[in-house]
C-alpha cells in the first residue's frame, strides 16, 4: 500500500488543523489499521493515533486524546487527523503509516514500529 499525506501547515495555538493521507495500491483497506506517526526537531517518533478500518476503533495517545479525531472516507481510502486545540507542543512532521493484520479483530497497536508502510512526512508547526 502506498501513503500520501497532506494538509500540513501553519496554525496558531489553540487553533485547528486537518490533514489527510490517501491510501493506494489496495482495493481494501480492511485487514489494515491506519495511523498517524509524528517526530518533532530531536526526539523520536511517536504515535499519535490510529484507526482500525475494518470497523472505524480508534486508539490515541494520551497527549493528543480529546483534541485530535482520526476519521475515514472508505470510499476514497483516505484517512484524515482533525487537530483542534492545538498547542506548540504538536509541532512535528507528521507520518501516515500503516499496519497489515491477519484478521480484521487484532487490536490496535501504539508502537510505532508495527507500522511497516509509512508514507511522506508533512510539517505541522503551531506558533504561540
Known amino acids: 500500500v502506498q501513503l500520501q499525506a497532506s494538509g500540513g501547515g501553519l496554525v496558531q495555538a489553540g487553533g485547528s488543523l486537518r490533514i489527510s493521507c490517501a491510501a493506494s495500491g489496495r482495493t481494501t483497506l480492511s485487514h489494515y489499521h491506519m495511523g498517524w506517526l509524528r517526530q518533532a526537531p530531536g526526539k523520536e517518533r511517536e504515535f499519535v493515533g490510529a484507526i482500525r478500518w475494518s470497523d472505524g476503533s480508534t486508539y490515541y495517545a494520551d497527549s493528543v486524546k480529546g483534541r485530535f479525531t482520526i476519521s475515514r472516507d472508505n470510499a476514497r481510502n483516505t484517512m484524515y487527523l482533525q487537530m483542534n486545540s492545538a498547542n506548540p507542543e504538536d509541532t512535528a512532521v507528521y507520518y501516515c503509516?500503516?499496519?497489515?493484520?491477519?484478521?480484521?479483530?487484532?487490536?490496535?497497536?501504539?508502537?510505532?514500529?508495527?507500522?511497516?508502510?509509512r508514507g511522506q512526512g508533512t510539517q505541522v508547526t503551531v506558533s504561540s
Open positions: 503509516a500503516a499496519r497489515w493484520t491477519s484478521s480484521t479483530r487484532v487490536t490496535i497497536t501504539n508502537a510505532p514500529s508495527s507500522y511497516g508502510y
